[in-house]
Structure formats: C-alpha cells, structure tokens
C-alpha cells in the first residue's frame, strides 16, 4: 500500500492520486485530487506482486476510442439538430399567428364590403318614397355621429408620445407618459371644438368606444395601442384647429411638453380618411318562450 | 498511433453513418460522452504515470459512462435530473481538467 500511493503522489499536490480516501478526507478534496481511477493503482500493485507484464498492446483500446469517437459525433450531432428544431417551432408559431392576422383582416374587410352593400340595397329601397328619402337622409347624419360609416376630410391631426426615456434614468414618477386619461381629455376637446368624427391611431371611436388603461397599455375598444398616439380628427380645421387650440386641454398639454417633454404636436390635415367603427348594437330583446319559461 | 486512429475511425464512422439515437436515450448521451471523455484523460494520465492498463482502462471507460447516464436518468425520475447532471457535469469537468493540466506537466515539465 506505501509503495503504491508514492507512484501516485506525483504531480497531485499533497495528497496521493489513488488515495480511496478516508474518513479524514472532505469530499471536495477528494473530488478535485483523486483523478485517476485507483484502480490503476491496484493493477499495477497486482502487476508488480505476480511479475506479469502490463496486459495487451493498443489493441483492447480500439473498441472503447471508436465508440468514443462515435458517440462525441451522434452527440454534437443531436446538439446541432435540437437547436433549429426549437428555431422551426417558433417559426411555425409566428406564421401561424401572421395567417390568423391576415384571415382576420380578409373578414374585416368582407364585413366592410357586405356592409356597404347592405346599405346601397338599403338606401336604394328608402329612394322609392319621400318618407324613404327624409329617413335616409337622416340615417346618413346618425351613422356619420355614430361612427359606422368610413369618413374623409379634412381636419385636424393631433400627436402624443411619451417623453424620451433619459439614458439610465427610469421615469419612475409616469410623468412624462401619457396615460389614457390624457387620450381622453384629447379626445373630449377635440368634440367640443366641433370634430365630426375622431379616430386613434387609426381605431375610430364610435358612440360605445371607452379609452381606458389595462396595466401599462391603454386600450381603445378594447384594442391595445402603442406610442405615438395619433388621434385624427375630421371637421372644419378653419373652426376645430382654433377652437382646440384654445382649450385648457391644448394649455395643459403645451405645459406637460415644457416640463416633461411630452411629445405634443397639432397639424391641420387636408385628407384624413377614418375606417368605421366596429359597432355591435345593444339593445332590448324580448325573450324567448323557453327563456322565459327557465327564466 | 493506434488509439487516434480508432478516434478518427470513430469519428467519421458517425459523420457517415448519422445513426439516429432514440428519444428516451437522447437526454443522457452528452453526459455518458463526458463521462467516457473522463476516462479517457485518466487513462493517458495513468500512461504517463506509468501505470496503464487496458483492462482498468476498458472497465472504467464502459462503467463511467453508464453510472453517470443512469446516474441523471434517476435523477430525472425523481425530478432533480437538471441539478444532477450539473452535479455530474461540475466533478467530470473539474477531474478532465486536473489531468489534463497533470498531462501538461507531465509533457512539457511546467
């Protein structure tokens, strides 16, 4: 046993390469300085004892090197395969998310369709009788303030975008966000200066729509928009431009962008084109039988 | 001469080959491959040492690629497969790397 740890002492520090350890040794000591097997040891000691030559040439170690050789390759292999399998998985995710994207616009735009068509038909039908025609003519003014229908004109186009985020300087106090309270103030005074129709970052607001907050996003009509805010509005920019200009609201605003840097920008616009409003009426229904009847 | 010829035959028998490993092995053959990988510097640790044997070279090269491969399959059975690899993998790479710096002193005598 003496013999055989001073063939092992060499070159591994204080303690002896094939020590099996004893109770007096940490663990950790013995992880980082017994790193060759013991048995070794042990067959050499064996060897020595018997007077045997060491076993074999280099032929026995051709199984165990190919296998390495082999297994080091099917691994890195796997590696490499494993790796685009979870790229194509994503892939597929984002494409499929894209084509539900792209069915959705295609049924938007055949509601639109179909709702115009309803309308000519419609429309057509009012024609036929003077009282057909006054209620058409009023239905035109109701759908323009409800927003149903798509608007053009000109008008005006007001920008609000949070301030810039100064380097290394979290904007802890919201101060220079803008916050759906602020969209709505816009939206409000732009009203009452006399806008006739008004849409957000492209989303038209209807008689129904509500601009609120759902954590860090607001939402108009439950839809999320992101900075910069846009908000269109179509009416007379000789009257609405001044008129808004005027408010409290446009006051505040120029104040917030001195002191906070809030984006705040207001420009008349000679065509402004505002998509409909995605309207579902609510109203009174009367139940059924068999409503009624669990009811 | 004969052992990297056996390496390099190894090597190009998977590049040509590409056998396909089953999905339930999958998870443990980087670890069996460390551990083989191991043995393997031990082994020319102990040439070096003078003290190399075929047979001990063989049985540790088989044995420690299949305790350590079962060793994380357990593991994964009793959900700590992720520690213990880690465990696994931190004793397998601080051992390849004492002897590989013991094959360095061994070779250029720093």
Redo the contacts between chains.
């Keep these: 046993m003496a013999d055989m740890e001073a063939?092992?002492s060499?070159?591994?520090g204080e303690r002896p390469?094939g020590s099996t350890g004893g109770l007096d040794s940490p663990f950790f000591l013995d992880?980082?300085?017994i790193?060759?097997?013991p048995?070794?040891?042990q067959?050499?000691a064996a060897?020595a004892q018997s007077g045997t030559a060491?076993?074999?040439?280099?032929?026995?170690?051709?199984?165990?090197?190919?296998?390495?050789?082999?297994?080091?390759?099917?691994?890195a292999?796997?590696?490499r395969l494993a790796a685009p399998a979870a790229t194509r998985a994503r892939a597929a995710l984002i494409a499929d998310a894209r084509e539900r994207t792209a069915l959705s616009d295609r049924l938007q735009a055949r509601v639109e369709s179909l709702r115009a068509e309803a309308d000519g038909v419609r429309n057509k039908a009012l024609l036929t009788s003077s009282a057909g025609q006054l209620l058409a003519e009023r239905l035109d003014r109701l759908e323009l303030v409800v927003g149903s229908v798509a608007v053009r004109g000109p008008g005006v186009e007001i920008t609000l975008d949070d301030a810039p985020e100064v380097e290394g300087q979290e904007d802890l106090t919201g101060d220079g966000t803008v916050r759906d309270r602020d969209l709505q103030e816009v939206v409000n005074a732009l009203w009452s200066a006399g806008a006739e129709a008004i849409a957000i970052n492209g989303l038209r607001l209807s008689t129904l729509t509500a601009i609120r907050e759902a954590g860090e996003a607001i939402l108009v009509d439950y839809r999320p928009v992101s900075p910069p805010y846009t908000v269109a509005a179509v009416g007379d920019p000789d009257s609405v431009e001044p008129a808004f200009a005027e408010s409290q609201v446009a006051a505040a605003f120029h104040t917030l962008r001195e002191l906070y840097g809030v984006g705040f920008d207001v420009r008349r616009r000679e065509r402004l084109v505002l998509p409909p409003a995605i309207t579902r009426l609510r109203h009174a229904t009367v139940p059924t039988a068999s409503a009624r009847a669990s009811g | 001469?004969?052992?990297a010829l056996?390496?390099?035959?190894?090597?190009?028998?998977?590049?040509l080959v590409?056998?396909s490993?089953p999905v339930s092995v999958?998870p443990y053959?980087?670890i069996?491959?460390v551990a083989?990988?191991d043995?393997?510097f031990?082994g020319v640790?102990?040439l070096l040492?003078?003290?190399?044997?075929?047979?001990?070279?063989?049985?540790?090269?088989?044995s420690n690629?299949l305790v350590a491969a079962v060793m994380v399959f357990l593991g994964d059975q009793l959900g700590v497969g992720g520690q213990l690899s880690t465990a696994v993998i931190v004793?397998l790479g601080?051992?390849i790397f004492?002897?590989l710096a013991?094959i360095r002193?061994?070779l250029f005598r720093a």
Excluded: C, E, W
Aim: proline fraction near 4%; charged fraction near 15%; glycine fraction near 10%.
């Design positions: 063939r092992g060499r070159g591994a390469v992880v980082t300085t790193t060759v097997d048995a070794y040891l067959a050499a060897r060491r076993s074999g040439g280099g032929r026995t170690l051709m199984l165990p090197l190919v296998l390495l050789g082999l297994l080091l390759t099917i691994a292999r796997q590696t | 001469m004969i052992p056996a390496l390099a035959v190894g090597v190009v028998l998977g590049l590409q056998p490993v999958q053959l980087p069996a491959v083989a990988l043995a393997v031990g640790r102990a040492d003078g003290i190399f044997d075929d047979k001990v070279f063989v049985v540790s090269f088989v690629a004793v601080i051992r004492q002897n013991a002193r061994h």
